[in-house]
């Protein structure tokens, strides 16, 4: 019984590291493939993707952005701005919950 589960083990080891290893060879291609598009976008977006430290595609794919166009781009933006306003108010809400929560814990129970 312990040879099968060592052997099981094994192979579960074996399988985990071959996964491993193909999602390490499919990041360092798209990590060269990424670099490659860089050296091709020229030297200014080159600069603006160092100062911002996101690729042209990177922001299109954040932002949803198919073909650069101010409209889109902007509008996009706006709609994400609001999840990060929504994610600022709900954290002020829980802050205001856990202050009552502690001021409840420190009144004696009548």
């Known amino acids: 019984m312990a040879k099968?589960?060592?052997q099981i083990i094994v192979m579960g080891v074996q399988v985990v590291g071959r996964a491993f290893a193909r999602a390490l060879r499919q990041e360092f291609a798209a990590s060269r493939a990424a670099a490659d598009a860089r050296g091709r976008a020229g030297h200014r977006s080159a600069a603006a993707s160092n100062l911002s430290g996101l690729s042209l595609q990177e922001a299109q794919q954040?932002?949803?952005v198919s073909k650069l166009s101010p409209e889109e781009v902007q509008k996009n933006y706006e709609h994400l701005f609001?999840?990060?306003r929504a994610k600022e108010r709900l954290d002020e809400e829980l802050?205001?919950?856990a202050q009552e929560d502690r001021e409840k814990g420190q009144m004696p129970h009548t």
């Open 82 to 84: 609001k999840v990060v």
């Open 95 to 97: 802050k205001i919950q």
């Open 4 to 6: 099968y589960l060592a």
């Open 62 to 64: 954040i932002l949803n």
